[in-house]
C-alpha cells in the first residue's frame, strides 16, 4: 500500500493518487497546482497554511487504506 509522508512533496503526492487534490482543497491546501507544489514538502505546505500535518496525513492515508479494501 501506499503511505504518504510529511516529507513527501505535494506532486510527489498526487502522483500517487489524484484522488487525494480534494482531500487537500478541503484541508484549505489550494496551492495544488502553484509552482511550490513541485518542490514543497507536506510538512512546509500545512505549515504556511496553519494546519496539522499528521492529521492531513492521518486523512490521506486513511483515505489510501480504504480504497485497498
Do not use: W, Y
Request: charged share 25%; hydrophobic share 45%; proline share 3%.
Amino acid at each position: 500500500m501506499a503511505k504518504v509522508t510529511k516529507d513527501m512533496i505535494i506532486a510527489d503526492i498526487i502522483a500517487v493518487d489524484q484522488e487525494i487534490i480534494p482531500i487537500l482543497l478541503e484541508s484549505g491546501m489550494h496551492c495544488i497546482g502553484c509552482p511550490s507544489a513541485q518542490g514543497e514538502t507536506l510538512e512546509e505546505a500545512a505549515f504556511v497554511h496553519g494546519m496539522d500535518v499528521d492529521d492531513l496525513i492521518q486523512r490521506i492515508n486513511s483515505f489510501l487504506e480504504s480504497k485497498e479494501k
